[in-house]
């Protein structure tokens, strides 16, 4: 009998994690926008090392196997275009965002990327394929700037870094199917062993396309235009529950209280996102920007563009059966990833991430240097190394900063907070995949470092550590616009502090405004902190 008196709470739990469920299967499609980024950057790799690729874009070299070879110059172009058309599509993400709506623009950065998947399918030139690769690099620069914007603004607090750190994990499992189908059609000995893998991109993209058919605009761009019963439907959708449910209307009277205190603040141009005011939007902005480029000074894009041709160099057998491998490991580790950023905290992931992948790069670099490439015990524990840094990256600065980046800004200028950070992305991309072959290969003019480049993408990762430690606050549990509330009234040092009183507030009711005291409280419970308490409260003082 007690089974059927308790029935009617388990039927109403049932019925709120469906809700949930639904909530954050809808905002987890967008991520799906990562697999285009990931296969786009993915296949390129094994594309390099295919010899009917070789023959068609090449140029004739006796010295090779094949009797064709790929200059510096040339392929340093080939993989490199496609950030220059990334870095001016996430430029146009904000523009694009802001008029047309997040969605919109996400399917129309599916069209122009379906134009430049076309074009390097059917190139018989090398300046065709470089065209097509120029518009695939703008749709997907598109996409990275909106899809983060997208999620952070329809996602719920409570799971918002595992929905955003999703979009990482597209990437990875992008990867991880272009190297896939690399090594399936590598020893074709048409075109088609490098027209399939290309093609493929086109399945991709009409699936983002249609699905995004079915997905609600984000309620907080319905508040920008002024459309509160629109932006009431949106976020009924999102929640599955009713529009006039208490829950939706006071998150609904929170975006819209937040964006007007940001209009009353003047701060919505390119101009005001790098002006110092109480808003603190100019740090924001200086966050977004430097955390993707750290995130591309880790040096993982060097084992997604060249980690074929560098195995290949060190002597080691079969390079795309362990790009395999180490693909598999970077999107398993991604989802450890998802699983703690909302358990764990930003900012730990991110100092222990850049101290794990620091030592793997430094003994990368040094194995390189002390063993020949025959030793086959060397190569063993490079392989290793290699896997753990992939893994550590996949967890920790792969979908990390794009969480950083989509939550930070306030909403009045995070169309343009956003594009400006993933440009900030593409242009580091561009420029150290046009320069690693020159850092890497051994002919005329260029530096021959070979393995020992490991020693730059290392001592890049110790300076992501302390980036990470001065420059970035914890915002896990907290809505967008208390993360406003947090940058306003505390330092990246004293945020986690900081964060605790917002939450007690919250779960508490403590009266609005009431946060010296709740900080004073909350600080004197921790034993081992009590000498720090004074400290602290002189910061937070200041910072108020």
């Given at each position: 009998?007690?089974?059927?008196?308790s029935?009617p709470?388990s039927s109403r739990?049932?019925?709120?994690g469906?809700?949930r469920f639904?909530?954050?299967?809808?905002?987890?499609?967008a991520?799906?926008?990562g697999?285009?980024f990931?296969?786009?950057t993915?296949?390129?790799?094994g594309?390099?090392?295919?010899d009917?690729?070789?023959?068609?874009?090449?140029e004739?070299d006796s010295?090779?196997?094949?009797?064709?070879s790929?200059?510096?110059s040339r392929?340093?172009?080939?993989?490199?275009?496609?950030s220059?058309g990334t870095f001016?599509g996430?430029?146009?993400?904000?523009?694009a965002a802001?008029i047309?709506?997040r969605?919109?623009?996400i399917?129309?950065s599916?069209?122009?990327?379906?134009?430049?998947?076309?074009l390097?399918?059917?190139?018989a030139?090398?300046?065709?394929?470089?065209?097509?690769?120029?518009f695939?690099g703008?749709g997907v620069g598109?996409i990275?700037?909106?899809?983060?914007?997208?999620q952070?603004?329809c996602?719920?607090?409570y799971?918002?870094?595992?929905?955003?750190?999703?979009?990482q994990w597209?990437?990875?499992?992008?990867?991880l199917?272009?190297s896939?189908?690399n090594?399936?059609t590598k020893?074709?000995p048409?075109?088609?062993?490098w027209q399939?893998?290309?093609?493929?991109?086109?399945g991709?993209?009409?699936?983002?396309?249609?699905g995004m058919?079915?997905l609600?605009?984000?309620?907080?761009?319905?508040?920008m235009q002024?459309?509160r019963?629109?932006?009431?439907?949106?976020?009924?959708?999102?929640r599955?529950l009713s529009k006039?449910?208490?829950?939706v209307?006071?998150?609904l009277?929170?975006?819209?209280?937040?964006l007007?205190?940001e209009?009353?603040?003047?701060e919505?141009?390119y101009v005001?996102?790098?002006?110092?005011?109480r808003?603190?939007?100019?740090?924001?902005?200086?966050?977004?920007i430097?955390?993707?480029?750290?995130?591309?000074l880790t040096?993982?894009?060097?084992?997604?563009?060249?980690?074929?041709?560098?195995?290949?160099n060190?002597?080691v057998?079969?390079?795309?059966?362990?790009?395999?491998?180490a693909?598999?490991a970077g999107?398993g580790?991604t989802?450890?990833?998802m699983?703690i950023?909302?358990?764990?905290g930003?900012?730990?992931l991110?100092?222990?991430?850049?101290?794990?992948m620091?030592?793997?790069?430094?003994?990368v670099a040094?194995?390189?240097?002390v063993?020949?490439?025959?030793?086959?015990?060397?190569q063993k524990?490079?392989i290793?190394l290699?896997?753990?840094y992939v893994?550590?990256?996949a967890?920790?600065?792969?979908?990390?900063?794009?969480?950083?980046?989509?939550?930070i800004?306030?909403?009045n200028v995070?169309?343009k907070g956003?594009?400006?950070?993933?440009a900030?992305n593409?242009?580091w991309?561009?420029?150290?995949?046009f320069?690693?072959p020159?850092?890497v290969?051994?002919?005329p003019?260029?530096?021959?470092l070979?393995g020992?480049?490991?020693?730059?993408?290392g001592t890049?990762?110790?300076g992501c550590?302390?980036f990470?430690y001065f420059?970035?606050?914890e915002?896990?549990?907290?809505?967008l616009?208390?993360?406003?509330?947090?940058?306003?009234?505390?330092?990246?040092?004293?945020?986690m502090r900081?964060?605790?009183v917002l939450?007690?507030e919250?779960?508490?009711?403590?009266?609005?405004?009431?946060?010296?005291?709740s900080?004073?409280?909350?600080?004197?419970?921790?034993?081992g902190?009590?000498?720090?308490a004074n400290t602290?409260m002189?910061?937070?003082?200041s910072a108020?």
């Open positions: 009998m007690s089974t059927l008196s029935s709470d739990g049932a019925i709120h469906t809700r639904s909530s954050i299967v809808m905002t987890a499609f991520a799906f926008g697999i285009l990931g296969y786009d993915g296949i390129i790799a594309i390099l090392a295919m009917d690729w070789i023959k068609t874009f090449g004739p010295s090779s196997a094949s009797g064709y790929l200059p510096t392929e340093s172009l080939i993989v490199s275009i496609l220059a001016l996430a430029l146009g993400g904000a523009p802001d047309l709506g969605r919109k623009s399917m129309l599916c069209i122009v990327f379906s134009l430049g998947v076309a390097q399918t059917g190139a030139t090398l300046a065709a394929f470089v065209i097509g690769r120029f695939a703008f598109l990275s700037s909106l899809v983060p914007v997208y952070s603004e996602a719920p607090k799971s918002r870094g595992l929905l955003v750190s999703c979009y597209a990437i990875a499992a992008g990867q199917i272009a896939v189908v090594n399936a020893g074709r048409n075109h088609s062993s399939i893998p290309i093609s493929l991109q086109l991709w993209s009409a699936i983002l396309f249609f058919l079915w609600p605009e984000t309620p907080r761009w319905f508040v002024g459309n019963d629109d932006a009431a439907t949106a976020l009924s959708r999102l599955s006039d449910d208490c829950m209307q006071d998150e009277e929170e975006i819209i209280a937040s007007k205190e209009r009353e603040m003047g919505s141009s005001d996102c790098f002006r110092s005011r808003n603190k939007i100019s740090l924001r902005t200086f966050t977004g430097a955390i993707q480029a750290w995130q591309q040096g993982i894009n060097f084992i997604a563009y060249y980690g074929v041709a560098f195995l290949t060190v002597g057998h079969n390079p795309f059966l362990l790009a395999i491998v693909n598999i999107t580790m989802f450890f990833g699983w950023v909302d358990i764990v930003r900012r730990p991110l100092i222990w991430g850049a101290v794990v620091c030592i793997c790069e430094y003994l040094i194995l390189g240097i063993y020949p490439k025959t030793d086959l015990v060397a524990g490079l290793a290699v896997t753990i893994g550590a990256f967890a920790t600065w792969g979908p990390v900063a794009w969480v950083i980046t989509g939550e800004y306030p909403l995070r169309a956003v594009s400006l950070s993933a900030s593409w242009l991309n561009w420029a150290l995949a320069a690693t020159y850092l290969n051994s002919g003019g260029d530096a021959g070979s020992k480049v490991f020693f730059i993408w890049t990762c110790a550590a302390v990470a420059c970035i606050p915002t896990m549990g907290l809505s616009e208390q993360i406003d509330l947090l940058y306003q009234n505390s330092t990246p040092r004293t945020s900081y964060r605790r939450i007690a919250q779960n508490r009711a403590l009266p609005e405004g009431d946060v010296e005291g900080l004073q409280e909350l600080e004197l419970k921790d034993d902190e009590k000498n720090m602290v002189i910061e937070v003082s108020l």
